[in-house]
T-cell receptor, first 113, second 116 residues
Framework: AQSVSQHNHHVILSEAASLELGCNYS??????LFWYVQYPGQHLQLLLK??????LVKGIKGFEAEFIKSKFSFNLRKPSVQWSDTAEYFC???????????FGKGTRLSVIA | GAGVSQSPSNKVTEKGKDVELRCDPI?????LYWYRQRLGQGLEFLIY????????KSGLPSDRFSAERTGESVSTLTIQRTQQEDSAVYLC??????????????FGPGTRLTVL
């Protein structure tokens, strides 16, 4: 069975600090990888996704993630966070095709001035 | 509407009562998913509909949970004889048919269920 592990439960950063959120997955086959974000009071929205091709994917709001197949990882990065990045971030994976997503438990990011 | 909508946004019920939650997917999205998010947890898959195929019910936690979908539109998730551990946010998502490039799931705002 697939599983997703997010290493950090809560991360606190100052504005302009760099961000890296860890995500590892467990699955033997080909996967699609996603990062979703949930801003306070809003619903889940997609930050970025990886299906194939270049393992470094760019998403919205300056986020990027790198798929490292040998490490089963898909870490999320941003060079300089802003207060508005305060949110909960979820890593998710599914198998090829329209299959349900398996989510990690989420990482809460708090950005302080 | 442009996105996935869910109703009600909040539901408070007493233990033992039945509840019905509704999801309206994005028009043209043949795949529809139900997830739940309990406090401090990630999202757990419950059930998945794809067109006219039999639904994948493998995530339903007990036989108190059931879901229906009318064609390729509205879906209702029913929880019978609710228990306190059913308290969670229930999220619905929809996506384009299998085989399309994007394969992205779009989420609704969720229904927050509280069982007293």
């Amino acid at each position: 069975a697939q599983s997703v592990s997010q290493h950090n439960h809560h991360v606190i950063l100052s504005e302009a600090a760099s961000l890296e959120l860890g995500c590892n997955y467990s699955y033997g086959g080909t996967v699609n990888l996603f990062w979703y974000v949930q801003y306070p009071g809003q619903h889940l929205q997609l930050l970025l996704k990886y299906f194939s091709g270049d393992p470094l994917v760019k998403g919205i709001k300056g986020f990027e993630a790198e798929f490292i197949k040998s490490k089963f990882s898909f870490n999320l990065r941003k060079p300089s966070v802003q207060w508005s990045d305060t949110a909960e971030y979820f890593c998710a994976v599914n198998a090829r095709g329209n299959t349900p997503l398996v989510f990690g438990k989420g990482t809460r990011l708090s950005v302080i001035a | 509407g442009a996105g996935v909508s869910q109703s009600p946004s909040n539901k408070v019920t007493e233990k033992g009562k039945d509840v019905e939650l509704r999801c309206d997917p994005i028009s043209g999205h043949t795949a529809l998913y139900w997830y739940r998010q309990r406090l401090g947890q990630g999202l757990e898959f419950l059930i998945y509909f794809q067109g006219n195929s039999a639904p994948d019910k493998s995530g339903l936690p007990s036989d108190r949970f059931s879901a229906e979908r009318t064609g390729e539109s509205v879906s209702t998730l029913t929880i019978q004889r609710t228990q306190q551990e059913d308290s969670a946010v229930y999220l619905c998502a929809s996506s384009l048919p299998s085989g399309r490039v994007l394969n992205e799931q779009f989420f609704g705002p969720g229904t927050r269920l509280t069982v007293l």
